[in-house]
């Protein structure tokens, strides 16, 4: 086993530092306050053939590994400062997988190479009615008269969608019997097709997020991604994926926070000493930096049994999806203590990253999921021999 970054991953992990530092940072505590996304930072970073690195060249790509990819994400969510807009990019990344591994090559080569190139893609599975229980969707294809489909449904709280230009549809066909679940994309324009506001949330504000309506969509063989019923496993499949990145970001948000919280140790006293020397104070550096390396390594392994085949890559995903969220959430509260009151006043990054934090426990799957994953999983594969 060896788990380094080559010099080249190295490279491109400062560029996309860099990258977020100067592009994507400025402004995020005004984007915060009023909700926006950072379109044109959208597009300087497609322009950067940030996308690339990890598509087929088929399509236009670089064809390099999935490690190229996740150094580039590791990067930007180091640098930029904007949780939201490191969301947005995890949900675009989510769908340019799902159609590299499943899309056929016409949708390949009509759909990744705009994604790659400043579109904006959503990936639409929840429902009003719930989103943990995702085989209960209700969106459906009913036969259309002159041949294929129309597609009705109503998804809420995705990631994008409010501006999304292209979005994979979670929904079912019951002329395929019991197993129904497929998978469909569409572009924004399509008729019957709407989005709606972005949503008023607690954290993430600066990733739109918001319901999509589908009223007799027109949808034929060519919008159906993977095998039409089998749409459960390949959806299964991307959320684990997804569930990796979670663990790539919030590890790299969390790492980016360190410098200024050891700064602070360092320069406040307390009591005649710096808080450095106050063994409660150091704790709240070790939670963080145990959920930094948890959720990263985590991710690693998870990546590393997605590129080998190994069946433990969603098990894995999920264990790094909960180091994540519920460490983010933990270092967050506790890199606020540091600050005392300053940490909770609304002009400093604390409060953002403890809100931005929140979200990291439901959206993706939410704790109870990964719980329930997890525990599955263990039940399976550590079930005593039978005798
Ligand atoms: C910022 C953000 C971005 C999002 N982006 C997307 C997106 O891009 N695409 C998308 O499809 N969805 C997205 N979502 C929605 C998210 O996936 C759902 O909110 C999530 O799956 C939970 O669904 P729900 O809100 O309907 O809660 P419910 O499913 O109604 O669950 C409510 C609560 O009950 C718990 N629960 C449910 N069943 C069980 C059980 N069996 N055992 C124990 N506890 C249980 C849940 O964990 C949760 O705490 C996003 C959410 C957020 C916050």
New binding site residues.
């Given amino acids: 086993m060896n788990l380094t970054w080559t010099p080249e991953q190295l490279a491109r992990r400062e560029k996309y530092r860099a990258f977020g530092r100067t592009a994507v940072a400025p402004g995020a505590e005004d984007r915060d306050a009023t909700g926006d996304f950072h379109r044109s930072a959208w597009k300087e970073l497609a322009a950067s053939q940030f996308w690339l690195s990890h598509v087929s060249t088929d399509v236009g790509g670089h064809g390099g590994t999935l490690w190229d990819f996740l150094a580039n994400l590791e990067g930007l969510a180091t640098g930029a400062e904007d949780s939201g807009f490191v ?1 947005s990019a995890v ?1 675009h990344a ?1 769908l340019i997988h799902v159609l590299s591994e499943h899309g056929t090559p016409e949708q390949q080569r009509r759909i990744i190479p705009a994604l790659t190139g400043g579109a904006l893609g ?13 085989a209960a969707v209700a969106t459906t294809a009913r036969p259309a008269a002159h041949g294929g489909w129309t597609l009705t449904g109503h ?7 409010p501006a999304a230009d292209h979005l994979l549809i ?1 929904g079912r066909m019951p002329e395929l019997g019991k197993r129904d679940i497929t998978l469909f994309v569409v572009e924004r324009g399509r008729a019957g097709l709407s989005t709606g506001d972005h949503e008023h ?1 607690l ?2 504000r600066t ?1 739109p ?1 918001g319901p999509i309506y589908l009223q007799d969509v027109a949808v034929t063989d060519d919008d159906i991604v993977g095998e039409p019923g089998n749409g459960l496993a390949t959806l299964y499949s991307f959320l684990a994926f997804d569930r990796l990145m979670y663990g790539i970001v919030v590890a790299a948000q969390l790492e980016a926070a360190l410098p200024g919280a050891i700064a602070r140790i360092t320069d406040r006293h307390a009591f005649g000493s710096p808080l450095a020397e106050h063994q409660m104070i150091q704790d709240k550096l070790v939670t963080a930096r145990t959920t930094i390396e948890s959720s990263r390594h985590l991710a690693y392994a998870a990546a590393d049994a997605l590129i080998r085949g190994d069946d433990r890559f969603s098990v894995l995903a999920s264990c790094a999806k909960l180091a994540a969220s519920e460490g983010g959430v933990h270092s967050a509260l506790e890199l606020m203590q540091i600050f005392g009151h300053s940490g909770y006043e609304r002009t400093q990054p604390h409060e953002r990253r403890l809100r931005d934090a929140v ?1 990291i426990r ?8 990964q ?2 994953n997890i525990f599955k999983d263990t039940a399976e594969r550590f079930a005593p021999a039978a005798t």
């Avoid at 639409?124 to 943990?132: D, L, M, N, V, W």
């Avoid at 998804?155 to 969608?161: D, L, P």
């Fill in positions: 969301l949900a989510g959503a990936t639409a599975a929840t429902e009003p009615q719930g989103g943990s229980h995702v998804k809420s709280h995705i990631t994008n969608a979670v949330l954290g993430q990733s997020t979200a439901i959206a993706g799957g939410t704790t109870e999921m719980k329930k």
